[in-house]
């Protein structure tokens, strides 16, 4: 099985802690974590392995004082890519952010100053947002004479609706605190993004880890189903979640009145 200490990765870090808590980190703050083709790679590599090494739930946080400045603008106008060449490099950005979404094990995404373009079709394929007060949020790419390409005309447009991203591409529009909370693209605002998305990895990290993998993995894939069929696979998902030996003695623990009882506290 592969080990943390075989990754080979110049722009992310990642450590996985004895309780299967993993962190990974953009490590490219000088270049405010922008995604080059390299880090897109290693997103690739990481994510695919991490749900068959022992990953339990996964902080993915940032260097620096922003969360990701989206695509490596320099790189692509230095690259001066061919529409071909740019396709290409977005099927590996789906490839990556797919791994995410569909992986089964829970991403928590920390966030911090800008999240924007990319950086938010990023943070839209984990599971949880956590924005602390530095945190904003935009798609520039109209400014920029682009378009968004790595699956944000899907999952960011789930998050916050049409209508909203088309207003956010069209306009720059900038998404803080209150207004983000709102809409959509996160579900925390803390003091400390890093402290909360960790706490909630831990909490995650609690279920076992086949419901994780049907709640991080069969809802996203239902979506994209028929109503019909996603009912189906739900009965298919539920039928063997919900016979797991892991469940036996939570089961029990609520039927001899020994488990926690669901009230607000
Ligand atoms: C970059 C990038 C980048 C910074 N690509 N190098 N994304 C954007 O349109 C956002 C572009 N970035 C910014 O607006 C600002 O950099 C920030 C608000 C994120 C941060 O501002 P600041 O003042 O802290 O940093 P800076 O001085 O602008 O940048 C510091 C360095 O990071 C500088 O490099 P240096 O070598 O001159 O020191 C910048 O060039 C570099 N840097 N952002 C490359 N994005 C699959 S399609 C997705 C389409 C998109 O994502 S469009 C949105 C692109």
């Avoid at 080979?8 to 922008?34: H, S, Y």
Wanted: with cysteine; aromatic share 6%.
């Amino acid at each position: 099985m592969k080990q943390i200490s075989d990754f080979a990765l110049e722009n992310l870090t990642v450590d996985m802690d004895e309780a299967g808590i993993t962190t990974v980190t953009l490590d490219r703050a000088a270049k405010r974590n922008a995604l080059n083709a390299q880090t897109v790679e290693e997103l690739i590599e990481l994510f695919g392995a991490l749900p068959r090494m022992g990953a339990r739930a996964v902080v993915l946080r940032a260097e620096g004082d922003h969360f990701c400045a989206g695509l490596d603008l320099v790189e692509h106008h230095s690259e001066d890519r061919r529409p071909e060449d740019f396709m290409h490099l977005c099927l590996r950005w789906h490839e990556a952010f797919n791994k995410m979404e569909y992986g089964g094990v829970p991403i928590i995404a920390a966030l911090k100053g800008a999240v924007v373009g990319g950086g938010l079709e990023l943070a839209s394929a984990a599971h949880i947002r956590v924005a602390d007060q530095s945190t904003y949020f935009a798609l520039p790419e109209g400014q920029r004479g682009l378009f968004t390409g790595g699956g944000a005309t899907i999952r960011v447009a789930d998050l916050v609706g049409k209508a909203r991203m088309i207003d956010m591409m069209l306009t720059g529009r900038i998404y803080t605190r209150d207004e983000a909370m709102q809409v959509g693209l996160c579900q925390y605002l803390v003091e400390d993004s890093d402290a909360k998305a960790f706490e909630i990895a831990r909490a995650a990290a609690e279920n076992p880890p086949l419901s994780n993998f049907a709640i991080c993995s069969a809802i996203s894939h239902m979506q994209n189903m028929s109503a019909l069929d996603a009912a189906y696979a739900e009965s298919v998902v539920a039928g063997i979640v919900n016979t797991q030996p892991a469940s036996r003695g939570r089961l029990e623990a609520f039927a001899n009145k020994t488990a926690a009882r669901v009230k607000p506290k």
